[in-house]
């Protein structure tokens, strides 16, 4: 049975940094790619970073360039992604995605 378990959500201000998890199990992990997507109330869940099975190749949605970072660690069968400079506009719940599972959410809340 697949499952993704996202975790490291919270509130900070604008400008700080978090850190999100997303530990993966009941699959091969590294041979997959695996997102990131991001979801604000009212609107359809959005693809903000993608990374290659080794983690050699990543990509993103423009509005999280240079401010994010995907990552994954095989060993441990567990993406992350580092969101610094965080905005207001980063508000939303961040779900990780293998094939048609979604993890179940961590809400990241930006705010002074």
């Known amino acids: 049975q697949v499952r993704l378990v996202e975790s490291g959500g919270g509130l900070v201000q604008p400008g700080g940094s978090l850190k999100l998890s997303c530990t993966a199990s009941?699959?091969?992990?590294?041979?997959?790619?695996m997102h990131w997507y991001r979801q604000v109330p009212g609107q359809e869940r959005a693809l903000i970073a993608t990374?290659?099975?080794?983690?050699?190749?990543?990509t993103y949605v423009d509005s999280v360039k240079g401010r994010f970072t995907i990552s994954r660690d095989n060993a441990l069968d567990t993406m992350y992604l580092q969101m610094n400079n965080l905005r207001p506009t980063d508000t939303a719940v961040y779900y990780c995605?293998?094939?048609?599972?979604w993890g179940q959410g961590t809400q990241v809340t930006v705010s002074s």
């Open positions: 995605k293998f094939g048609s599972t």
């Open positions: 990374i290659s099975p080794a983690g050699g190749s990543t």
């Open positions: 009941g699959f091969t992990f590294s041979n997959y790619y």
